[in-house]
Protein backbone atom coordinates (compact mmCIF):
# COMPACT_ATOMS: atom_id res chain seq x y z
CA UNK A 1 0.00 0.00 0.00
CA UNK A 2 1.20 3.36 -0.89
CA UNK A 3 1.21 5.55 2.57
CA UNK A 4 3.67 8.77 1.29
CA UNK A 5 0.73 10.16 -0.34
CA UNK A 6 -2.22 9.51 1.95
CA UNK A 7 -3.56 12.40 4.20
CA UNK A 8 -2.86 13.31 8.10
CA UNK A 9 -6.98 12.06 8.35
CA UNK A 10 -6.77 9.16 6.12
CA UNK A 11 -3.59 8.12 8.00
CA UNK A 12 -4.40 8.59 11.50
CA UNK A 13 -8.01 6.55 10.74
CA UNK A 14 -5.60 3.08 9.50
CA UNK A 15 -3.18 4.04 12.52
CA UNK A 16 -6.33 3.81 15.31
CA UNK A 17 -7.90 0.92 13.41
CA UNK A 18 -4.54 -0.56 13.45
CA UNK A 19 -4.29 -1.09 9.83
CA UNK A 20 -0.79 0.18 9.64
CA UNK A 21 1.70 1.30 12.12
CA UNK A 22 3.64 4.75 12.17
CA UNK A 23 6.52 2.54 11.62
CA UNK A 24 5.34 1.17 8.66
CA UNK A 25 4.32 5.13 7.13
CA UNK A 26 7.87 6.75 8.47
CA UNK A 27 9.81 3.65 6.65
CA UNK A 28 6.95 4.74 3.37
CA UNK A 29 8.27 8.14 3.17
CA UNK A 30 11.90 7.65 4.06
CA UNK A 31 11.83 5.56 0.94
CA UNK A 32 9.61 8.04 -1.00
CA UNK A 33 12.79 10.80 0.07
CA UNK A 34 15.06 7.92 -1.54
CA UNK A 35 13.51 8.03 -4.47
CA UNK A 36 12.81 11.81 -5.55
CA UNK A 37 15.08 13.78 -3.42
CA UNK A 38 18.02 13.29 -5.99
CA UNK A 39 15.69 15.33 -8.28
CA UNK A 40 14.08 17.80 -5.83
CA UNK A 41 16.46 18.43 -3.32
CA UNK A 42 13.80 19.60 -0.74
CA UNK A 43 15.70 18.74 2.47
CA UNK A 44 18.48 20.12 3.98
CA UNK A 45 18.97 17.86 6.97
CA UNK A 46 17.35 14.39 7.27
CA UNK A 47 16.66 12.79 10.75
CA UNK A 48 15.68 9.56 9.59
CA UNK A 49 16.59 7.13 13.03
CA UNK A 50 14.93 10.07 15.53
CA UNK A 51 12.01 9.36 13.06
CA UNK A 52 12.10 5.72 13.54
CA UNK A 53 12.46 6.07 16.81
CA UNK A 54 9.41 8.69 17.07
CA UNK A 55 7.53 6.38 15.12
CA UNK A 56 7.76 3.25 17.30
CA UNK A 57 7.20 5.11 20.49
CA UNK A 58 3.55 5.95 19.09
CA UNK A 59 3.50 2.33 18.30
CA UNK A 60 3.94 1.20 21.39
CA UNK A 61 1.64 3.54 22.55
CA UNK A 62 -1.16 1.98 20.40
CA UNK A 63 -0.54 -1.33 21.22
CA UNK A 64 -1.46 -0.57 24.75
CA UNK A 65 -4.29 0.80 24.20
CA UNK A 66 -3.74 4.44 24.46
CA UNK A 67 -5.64 7.36 22.99
CA UNK A 68 -3.65 9.30 20.35
CA UNK A 69 -4.04 12.29 18.92
CA UNK A 70 -4.83 13.03 15.49
CA UNK A 71 -0.71 14.18 14.63
CA UNK A 72 0.49 10.56 16.36
CA UNK A 73 2.76 8.64 14.70
CA UNK A 74 2.45 11.21 10.94
CA UNK A 75 6.03 12.06 9.59
CA UNK A 76 6.07 15.58 9.13
CA UNK A 77 9.16 18.09 7.30
CA UNK A 78 10.14 21.38 9.48
CA UNK A 79 11.39 24.28 7.59
CA UNK A 80 15.00 24.66 8.38
CA UNK A 81 14.60 28.08 9.93
CA UNK A 82 12.61 26.68 13.10
CA UNK A 83 15.03 25.66 15.87
CA UNK A 84 15.58 21.89 17.00
CA UNK A 85 17.39 20.92 19.37
CA UNK A 86 20.59 18.59 19.20
CA UNK A 87 19.27 18.91 15.42
CA UNK A 88 21.20 21.25 12.74
CA UNK A 89 19.19 24.31 11.66
CA UNK A 90 20.69 26.55 9.12
CA UNK A 91 18.54 28.79 7.89
CA UNK A 92 19.88 27.55 4.69
CA UNK A 93 22.78 30.06 5.16
CA UNK A 94 26.43 29.00 5.47
CA UNK A 95 26.97 31.19 8.33
CA UNK A 96 24.81 28.57 10.01
CA UNK A 97 25.80 25.69 8.29
CA UNK A 98 26.86 24.03 11.53
CA UNK A 99 25.15 25.22 13.99
CA UNK A 100 22.75 22.92 16.72
CA UNK A 101 20.40 24.86 18.66
CA UNK A 102 20.38 23.98 22.31
CA UNK A 103 16.56 24.14 22.31
CA UNK A 104 13.48 23.41 19.60
CA UNK A 105 10.99 25.90 18.70
CA UNK A 106 7.28 26.46 20.52
CA UNK A 107 5.75 24.97 17.17
CA UNK A 108 7.78 22.32 16.66
CA UNK A 109 7.42 21.06 20.34
CA UNK A 110 3.83 21.11 20.07
CA UNK A 111 3.77 19.27 17.08
CA UNK A 112 6.68 16.56 18.47
CA UNK A 113 4.68 17.03 21.84
CA UNK A 114 1.55 15.45 20.44
CA UNK A 115 3.46 12.05 18.80
CA UNK A 116 4.46 13.87 15.41
CA UNK A 117 7.66 12.38 13.80
CA UNK A 118 10.13 14.94 12.06
CA UNK A 119 11.50 13.08 9.02
CA UNK A 120 13.76 16.24 8.59
CA UNK A 121 14.46 19.80 7.84
CA UNK A 122 13.72 21.42 4.45
CA UNK A 123 15.43 23.70 2.16
CA UNK A 124 14.51 27.47 2.11
CA UNK A 125 15.74 30.73 0.62
CA UNK A 126 18.91 32.02 2.92
CA UNK A 127 17.03 33.45 6.33
CA UNK A 128 13.67 33.46 4.36
CA UNK A 129 14.36 36.28 2.17
CA UNK A 130 13.07 34.65 -1.68
CA UNK A 131 10.31 33.56 -3.50
CA UNK A 132 11.81 30.45 -5.13
CA UNK A 133 14.68 28.99 -2.71
CA UNK A 134 17.25 29.80 -5.13
CA UNK A 135 18.64 32.34 -2.94
CA UNK A 136 19.28 28.82 0.05
CA UNK A 137 23.34 28.90 0.55
CA UNK A 138 23.34 25.69 -0.43
CA UNK A 139 21.26 24.42 -3.29
CA UNK A 140 18.12 25.35 -5.11
CA UNK A 141 15.07 22.78 -4.81
CA UNK A 142 13.32 21.79 -7.98
CA UNK A 143 9.28 22.01 -7.79
CA UNK A 144 7.94 17.96 -8.64
CA UNK A 145 5.32 19.34 -10.99
CA UNK A 146 8.39 20.00 -13.44
CA UNK A 147 12.16 20.04 -12.43
CA UNK A 148 13.00 22.68 -14.16
CA UNK A 149 10.83 25.21 -12.21
CA UNK A 150 11.11 26.47 -8.67
CA UNK A 151 8.72 25.70 -6.09
CA UNK A 152 8.68 29.07 -4.76
CA UNK A 153 9.51 30.35 -1.73
CA UNK A 154 10.90 30.88 0.75
CA UNK A 155 9.94 27.42 1.97
CA UNK A 156 10.49 25.53 -0.89
CA UNK A 157 11.44 22.55 0.26
CA UNK A 158 8.64 22.34 2.81
CA UNK A 159 6.06 22.97 -0.39
CA UNK A 160 7.94 20.42 -2.56
CA UNK A 161 8.53 18.10 0.30
CA UNK A 162 4.72 17.96 0.35
CA UNK A 163 3.84 18.13 -3.12
CA UNK A 164 6.11 14.94 -4.12
CA UNK A 165 4.91 13.06 -1.03
CA UNK A 166 8.25 13.34 0.90
CA UNK A 167 6.48 14.50 3.59
CA UNK A 168 2.54 14.21 4.53
CA UNK A 169 2.98 17.55 6.17
CA UNK A 170 4.99 20.54 6.72
CA UNK A 171 5.67 23.62 8.86
CA UNK A 172 6.53 26.85 7.03
CA UNK A 173 7.15 30.47 7.88
CA UNK A 174 5.63 33.52 5.89
CA UNK A 175 6.70 37.02 5.95
CA UNK A 176 5.56 38.06 3.10
CA UNK A 177 4.08 35.08 1.37
CA UNK A 178 6.54 32.14 1.95
CA UNK A 179 3.85 29.92 2.72
CA UNK A 180 1.18 30.68 0.23
CA UNK A 181 3.27 31.53 -2.43
CA UNK A 182 5.19 28.16 -2.70
CA UNK A 183 1.79 25.92 -1.61
CA UNK A 184 0.21 27.59 -5.00
CA UNK A 185 3.27 26.83 -6.93
CA UNK A 186 3.02 22.95 -5.83
CA UNK A 187 0.05 22.22 -5.90
CA UNK A 188 -0.54 22.05 -1.67
CA UNK A 189 -2.57 24.14 0.55
CA UNK A 190 -0.39 26.38 3.10
CA UNK A 191 -1.67 29.15 5.36
CA UNK A 192 -0.69 31.68 7.12
CA UNK A 193 -1.84 32.45 10.63
CA UNK A 194 -3.21 35.73 12.07
CA UNK A 195 0.10 37.44 13.28
CA UNK A 196 0.51 36.38 16.98
CA UNK A 197 -1.76 32.96 17.00
CA UNK A 198 1.31 30.58 16.57
CA UNK A 199 4.04 31.21 18.81
CA UNK A 200 7.34 32.17 16.93
CA UNK A 201 9.85 31.23 19.91
CA UNK A 202 12.68 29.28 18.12
CA UNK A 203 11.85 30.82 14.82
CA UNK A 204 15.16 32.32 13.71
CA UNK A 205 13.46 35.91 13.34
CA UNK A 206 13.37 37.50 9.77
CA UNK A 207 11.21 40.69 10.24
CA UNK A 208 9.53 39.70 13.71
CA UNK A 209 6.61 42.15 12.84
CA UNK A 210 5.36 40.27 10.47
CA UNK A 211 7.21 36.28 10.78
CA UNK A 212 4.31 33.87 11.47
CA UNK A 213 4.35 29.95 11.14
CA UNK A 214 2.45 27.78 9.40
CA UNK A 215 1.07 25.03 7.65
CA UNK A 216 1.76 23.12 4.37
CA UNK A 217 -0.73 20.06 3.75
CA UNK A 218 -2.41 18.20 0.90
CA UNK A 219 -5.77 19.56 1.84
CA UNK A 220 -7.54 21.85 3.98
CA UNK A 221 -8.91 19.07 6.17
CA UNK A 222 -5.38 18.33 7.43
CA UNK A 223 -4.77 22.23 7.39
CA UNK A 224 -7.26 22.51 10.25
CA UNK A 225 -5.88 19.90 11.91
CA UNK A 226 -2.62 20.99 12.34
CA UNK A 227 -3.42 24.73 13.15
CA UNK A 228 -5.26 23.27 15.95
CA UNK A 229 -2.17 21.80 17.28
CA UNK A 230 -0.09 24.96 16.10
CA UNK A 231 -2.65 27.47 17.91
CA UNK A 232 -1.76 28.57 21.51
CA UNK A 233 -0.30 31.42 23.77
CA UNK A 234 2.90 31.18 24.57
CA UNK A 235 4.68 32.98 27.36
CA UNK A 236 8.38 32.67 25.77
CA UNK A 237 6.82 35.07 22.49
CA UNK A 238 5.94 38.99 23.87
CA UNK A 239 3.59 38.64 20.63
CA UNK A 240 1.70 35.22 21.19
CA UNK A 241 -1.70 36.17 21.93
CA UNK A 242 -3.97 34.71 24.50
CA UNK A 243 -6.85 33.42 21.52
CA UNK A 244 -8.74 29.99 22.63
CA UNK A 245 -8.34 28.27 19.32
CA UNK A 246 -11.55 27.37 17.47
CA UNK A 247 -12.34 23.77 16.19
CA UNK A 248 -11.15 24.14 12.99
CA UNK A 249 -12.17 20.87 11.89
CA UNK A 250 -15.73 21.40 12.80
CA UNK A 251 -15.45 25.07 11.18
CA UNK A 252 -14.94 23.46 7.55
CA UNK A 253 -18.45 21.52 7.62
CA UNK A 254 -20.48 25.34 8.10
CA UNK A 255 -22.64 25.94 5.16
CA UNK A 256 -21.32 28.72 3.22
CA UNK A 257 -23.89 29.73 1.29
CA UNK A 258 -24.78 33.73 2.13
CA UNK A 259 -20.82 34.66 2.46
CA UNK A 260 -19.64 37.53 0.92
CA UNK A 261 -16.44 38.04 -0.81
CA UNK A 262 -14.42 40.83 -2.43
CA UNK A 263 -12.10 40.74 -5.15
CA UNK A 264 -10.20 44.17 -4.94
CA UNK A 265 -10.07 45.88 -8.51
CA UNK A 266 -6.06 46.82 -8.05
CA UNK A 267 -5.15 43.30 -7.67
CA UNK A 268 -6.89 42.62 -10.95
CA UNK A 269 -4.80 45.29 -12.57
CA UNK A 270 -1.65 43.96 -11.89
CA UNK A 271 0.22 41.91 -14.49
CA UNK A 272 -1.55 38.39 -13.21
CA UNK A 273 -1.15 35.79 -16.37
CA UNK A 274 -3.73 34.68 -18.58
CA UNK A 275 -3.93 31.35 -17.13
CA UNK A 276 -3.93 32.29 -13.37
CA UNK A 277 -6.87 34.80 -14.51
CA UNK A 278 -9.01 32.40 -15.89
CA UNK A 279 -8.38 30.00 -12.80
CA UNK A 280 -9.29 32.57 -11.06
CA UNK A 281 -12.14 33.72 -12.97
CA UNK A 282 -13.48 30.28 -12.58
CA UNK A 283 -12.95 29.72 -9.14
CA UNK A 284 -15.41 33.19 -8.54
CA UNK A 285 -18.18 31.16 -11.00
CA UNK A 286 -17.34 28.08 -8.52
CA UNK A 287 -18.10 30.12 -5.70
CA UNK A 288 -21.24 31.59 -6.91
CA UNK A 289 -22.85 28.18 -7.56
CA UNK A 290 -21.70 27.52 -3.94
CA UNK A 291 -24.46 30.18 -2.81
CA UNK A 292 -21.19 33.08 -2.58
CA UNK A 293 -21.68 36.43 -3.53
CA UNK A 294 -18.40 37.22 -4.90
CA UNK A 295 -18.04 41.22 -5.70
CA UNK A 296 -15.57 43.91 -6.55
CA UNK A 297 -14.00 45.79 -3.91
CA UNK A 298 -11.11 48.46 -3.30
CA UNK A 299 -8.27 48.47 -1.34
CA UNK A 300 -7.03 51.90 -2.26
CA UNK A 301 -3.71 51.96 -0.44
CA UNK A 302 -2.80 48.59 -1.51
CA UNK A 303 -0.32 49.62 -4.57
CA UNK A 304 2.30 50.60 -1.80
CA UNK A 305 2.49 47.65 -0.11
CA UNK A 306 5.07 46.39 -1.72
CA UNK A 307 7.30 49.29 -1.13
CA UNK A 308 6.61 49.59 2.36
CA UNK A 309 7.44 46.26 3.02
CA UNK A 310 10.91 46.59 1.22
CA UNK A 311 11.68 49.31 3.75
CA UNK A 312 9.76 47.64 7.17
CA UNK A 313 11.45 43.54 6.46
CA UNK A 314 15.01 44.90 5.76
CA UNK A 315 15.23 47.15 8.38
CA UNK A 316 13.79 44.55 11.14
CA UNK A 317 15.98 41.93 9.45
CA UNK A 318 19.37 44.51 9.58
CA UNK A 319 18.57 44.45 13.18
CA UNK A 320 17.95 40.64 13.98
CA UNK A 321 21.07 39.74 11.68
CA UNK A 322 23.13 41.56 13.30
CA UNK A 323 23.60 38.34 16.31
CA UNK A 324 25.61 36.81 13.79
CA UNK A 325 28.86 37.95 13.88
CA UNK A 326 31.17 35.11 14.89
CA UNK A 327 31.23 35.07 18.09
CA UNK A 328 27.78 33.51 19.29
CA UNK A 329 26.71 31.42 16.30
CA UNK A 330 27.98 29.38 13.39
CA UNK A 331 30.70 30.25 11.32
CA UNK A 332 33.35 32.40 12.24
CA UNK A 333 36.30 33.78 9.99
CA UNK A 334 39.39 35.04 11.97
CA UNK A 335 40.17 38.80 11.03
CA UNK A 336 43.56 41.09 12.60
CA UNK A 337 40.75 42.54 15.32
CA UNK A 338 37.21 42.05 16.39
CA UNK A 339 35.39 44.31 13.66
CA UNK A 340 37.75 42.58 11.57
CA UNK A 341 36.22 39.14 12.61
CA UNK A 342 32.97 40.69 12.07
CA UNK A 343 33.22 41.70 8.92
CA UNK A 344 35.14 39.07 7.20
CA UNK A 345 32.41 36.71 8.69
CA UNK A 346 29.27 38.02 7.69
CA UNK A 347 31.19 38.69 4.14
CA UNK A 348 31.80 34.85 4.03
CA UNK A 349 28.63 33.68 5.41
CA UNK A 350 25.74 35.66 3.97
CA UNK A 351 24.74 35.58 0.52
CA UNK A 352 23.98 37.98 -1.76
CA UNK A 353 20.33 38.88 -1.22
CA UNK A 354 20.49 38.66 2.32
CA UNK A 355 23.68 41.62 2.30
CA UNK A 356 21.44 43.41 -0.15
CA UNK A 357 18.55 43.35 3.10
CA UNK A 358 21.04 44.49 5.53
CA UNK A 359 22.48 47.02 3.45
CA UNK A 360 18.84 48.77 2.49
CA UNK A 361 18.19 47.69 6.13
CA UNK A 362 20.76 49.66 7.59
CA UNK A 363 20.16 52.35 5.58
CA UNK A 364 16.59 53.39 6.22
CA UNK A 365 17.19 53.06 10.22
CA UNK A 366 20.38 55.48 9.80
CA UNK A 367 19.75 58.71 11.88
CA UNK A 368 18.60 61.62 9.78
CA UNK A 369 17.08 59.14 7.38
CA UNK A 370 14.51 56.68 10.12
CA UNK A 371 11.66 59.02 9.80
CA UNK A 372 11.33 59.42 6.05
CA UNK A 373 11.58 56.14 5.21
CA UNK A 374 11.43 53.74 8.63
CA UNK A 375 8.48 55.70 9.78
CA UNK A 376 6.71 56.26 6.66
CA UNK A 377 6.93 53.03 5.59
CA UNK A 378 5.07 52.11 8.85
CA UNK A 379 2.39 54.61 8.42
CA UNK A 380 1.63 53.42 4.69
CA UNK A 381 1.17 50.22 6.52
CA UNK A 382 -1.52 51.09 8.58
CA UNK A 383 -2.83 52.42 5.73
CA UNK A 384 -3.18 49.03 4.22
CA UNK A 385 -4.73 47.42 7.07
CA UNK A 386 -7.16 50.25 7.79
CA UNK A 387 -8.41 49.38 3.46
CA UNK A 388 -8.99 45.89 4.81
CA UNK A 389 -10.34 46.22 7.61
CA UNK A 390 -12.48 48.45 5.94
CA UNK A 391 -13.50 45.74 3.48
CA UNK A 392 -14.23 43.43 6.08
CA UNK A 393 -16.99 45.75 7.29
CA UNK A 394 -18.77 44.38 3.91
CA UNK A 395 -17.16 41.37 2.77
CA UNK A 396 -16.79 37.88 5.04
CA UNK A 397 -13.49 37.58 3.43
CA UNK A 398 -11.05 38.95 0.58
CA UNK A 399 -10.10 36.70 -2.58
CA UNK A 400 -7.05 36.33 -4.83
CA UNK A 401 -4.93 34.71 -7.03
CA UNK A 402 -2.33 33.74 -4.50
CA UNK A 403 0.89 34.44 -6.94
CA UNK A 404 0.48 36.38 -10.13
CA UNK A 405 2.21 33.55 -12.70
CA UNK A 406 2.52 29.59 -12.28
CA UNK A 407 5.86 28.25 -11.26
CA UNK A 408 8.75 30.19 -13.26
CA UNK A 409 12.07 28.40 -14.70
CA UNK A 410 14.73 28.41 -12.46
CA UNK A 411 17.19 30.98 -13.04
CA UNK A 412 14.73 33.03 -14.66
CA UNK A 413 14.47 35.73 -12.31
CA UNK A 414 17.81 35.69 -10.07
CA UNK A 415 19.13 38.48 -11.58
CA UNK A 416 16.65 40.93 -11.38
CA UNK A 417 15.17 41.19 -7.52
CA UNK A 418 12.11 44.02 -8.39
CA UNK A 419 11.34 41.11 -10.91
CA UNK A 420 11.48 38.47 -8.20
CA UNK A 421 9.65 40.66 -5.38
CA UNK A 422 6.72 41.22 -7.57
CA UNK A 423 5.78 37.42 -6.98
CA UNK A 424 4.54 38.51 -3.65
CA UNK A 425 2.38 41.30 -5.01
CA UNK A 426 -0.94 39.67 -3.52
CA UNK A 427 0.87 37.93 -0.30
CA UNK A 428 2.36 40.96 1.32
CA UNK A 429 -0.34 43.24 1.72
CA UNK A 430 -1.79 40.51 4.32
CA UNK A 431 1.22 40.34 6.41
CA UNK A 432 1.51 43.99 7.02
CA UNK A 433 -2.00 43.44 8.25
CA UNK A 434 -1.01 40.58 10.33
CA UNK A 435 -4.39 38.74 8.75
CA UNK A 436 -5.14 35.09 7.82
CA UNK A 437 -4.39 33.99 4.57
CA UNK A 438 -4.69 30.58 2.38
CA UNK A 439 -3.94 29.15 -0.64
CA UNK A 440 -5.54 26.08 -2.41
CA UNK A 441 -5.45 25.17 -5.65
CA UNK A 442 -8.04 26.20 -7.88
CA UNK A 443 -6.80 24.27 -11.05
CA UNK A 444 -3.92 23.85 -13.39
CA UNK A 445 -2.36 26.53 -15.94
CA UNK A 446 -0.29 24.45 -18.92
CA UNK A 447 -0.20 21.68 -16.27
CA UNK A 448 1.42 23.48 -13.59
CA UNK A 449 -0.88 24.32 -10.20
CA UNK A 450 -2.58 27.66 -9.51
CA UNK A 451 -3.41 28.94 -6.17
CA UNK A 452 -6.48 30.85 -4.66
CA UNK A 453 -6.21 32.93 -1.45
CA UNK A 454 -8.44 33.58 0.43
CA UNK A 455 -7.84 36.57 2.98
CA UNK A 456 -10.22 36.69 6.44
CA UNK A 457 -10.18 39.23 9.08
CA UNK A 458 -8.24 39.20 12.11
CA UNK A 459 -9.17 35.50 13.84
CA UNK A 460 -10.60 34.91 10.71
CA UNK A 461 -9.06 31.43 10.07
CA UNK A 462 -12.25 29.28 10.66
CA UNK A 463 -13.77 31.30 8.18
CA UNK A 464 -11.64 30.96 5.54
CA UNK A 465 -10.82 27.16 6.12
CA UNK A 466 -14.38 26.52 5.85
CA UNK A 467 -14.72 28.76 2.42
CA UNK A 468 -11.46 26.70 1.54
CA UNK A 469 -12.98 23.56 2.36
CA UNK A 470 -16.39 23.87 0.20
CA UNK A 471 -14.16 25.09 -3.01
CA UNK A 472 -12.11 22.40 -2.68
CA UNK A 473 -14.69 19.52 -2.54
CA UNK A 474 -16.56 21.70 -4.87
CA UNK A 475 -13.93 21.85 -7.48
CA UNK A 476 -11.99 18.07 -6.60
CA UNK A 477 -9.09 18.97 -7.61
CA UNK A 478 -7.17 15.54 -7.50
CA UNK A 479 -4.31 16.13 -9.93
CA UNK A 480 -0.73 15.37 -8.62
CA UNK A 481 2.71 15.62 -9.87
CA UNK A 482 3.65 12.71 -12.15
CA UNK A 483 7.25 12.65 -10.35
N1 LIG B 1 9.51 36.87 -0.83
C1 LIG B 1 9.37 37.78 0.26
C2 LIG B 1 10.74 38.25 0.67
O1 LIG B 1 11.66 37.90 0.04
C3 LIG B 1 8.67 37.11 1.40
C4 LIG B 1 9.51 36.12 2.07
C5 LIG B 1 8.84 35.47 3.25
O2 LIG B 1 7.62 35.46 3.38
N2 LIG B 1 9.66 34.96 4.15
O3 LIG B 1 10.90 38.96 1.61
Not at 26 to 31: I, K, N
Not at 316 to 331: I, K, P, Q, T, W
Amino acid sequence: MTLYNQTIAELHKKLVAREVSSEEITRDVLERVKDVEQELKAYLTLTEEAALAAARTVDAKIAAGEKIGPLAGIPVAVKDVMSTKGVRTTCASKILENYVPVYTATAVKKLLGDGAVMIGKTNMDEFAMGSSTENSGFNPTMNPWDIERVPGGSSGGSAAAVAAGEAIYALGSDTGGSIRQPAALCGVVGMKPTYGLVSRYGLVAFASSLDQIGPFTKDVTDCAIVLKALVGHDPADSTSLEYEAEEYVEALQRDVKGMRFGVPKEFMEEGVEPGVKQRFEEAIELFAKLGVEVDETTLPHVDYALSAYYIIAPAEASSNLARFDGVRYGLRVEGEDMIDTYMKTRAAGFGDEVKRRIMLGTYALSAGYYEAYYGQAQKVRTLVAQDFEEAFKKFDGIISPTSPTVAFKIGEKVADPLAMYLSDIFTIPVNLGGFPGISVPCGLSDGLPVGLQIIGPTFGEGIILNAAYAFEQALGFKERPSL
